[in-house]
């Protein structure tokens, strides 16, 4: 499948809003593989269908999940939002046809990172962040510092601001976010 007719039946599964937004993550992940030397076209396809399974209503995600015997903990089931991206990532398989681990993984983790996330994960993570459609507080220093700082740096401040954002709603803290934010953390400030 070309990434022309990705986009065509990616768009006539998501709301248009979502459509809009998948197409802008991609758009933004090309800018920052190019930036940091990570293939265009992997981060390109994974930034287009990251949201794949958001064709599912959110109460659907649980039983997509279990259907891909997809496990999942306390915070998927009380959130089952969080879900969209484990079921995405087998999506891209049975609907579009790719099957690439770096891609998958990068859209498994897009939501709430993870444990050794690679720089396609990361990129994944941070342009559904910053996407020019995205409007919240502190989305435009996040965009400064995709022109500005290192991958980690922008990321960490990612993942910061996504715990905080989820501390302020009353929401349970994914632990992969927590063990993502924690490694990056270790690993651009060595002396902690």
Known sequence: MTYEEMKEKLKSRL???????????????????????????????????HDC?????????????????????MVEKNMPLLLHGYVGARLIEEEYGIADGEIS????????????????????YFADMIEPGRRYPGVDELRSLAKTATLDEMVLAGLTRSIEFVLEKGH??????????????IKVHVNI
């Open 53 to 73: 399974a958001r064709q599912f209503p959110n109460e659907q995600l649980p039983t997509e999940a279990e259907k891909r015997h997809i496990t999942y903990g």
């Open 172 to 185: 349970l803290i994914h632990p992969d976010t927590v063990i993502a934010r924690n490694e990056i953390l």
């Open 15 to 49: 709301k248009p809003t979502r459509y809009e937004h998948s197409v802008g993550v991609a758009d933004t992940a090309v800018v920052l593989a190019k930036r940091f030397g990570v293939n265009v076209e992997k981060a390109r396809i994974a930034g287009l269908l």
């Open 105 to 124: 993984q990068a859209i498994y983790r897009h939501t709430v990172g993870g444990a050794d996330m690679t720089d396609l994960d990361k990129i994944i």
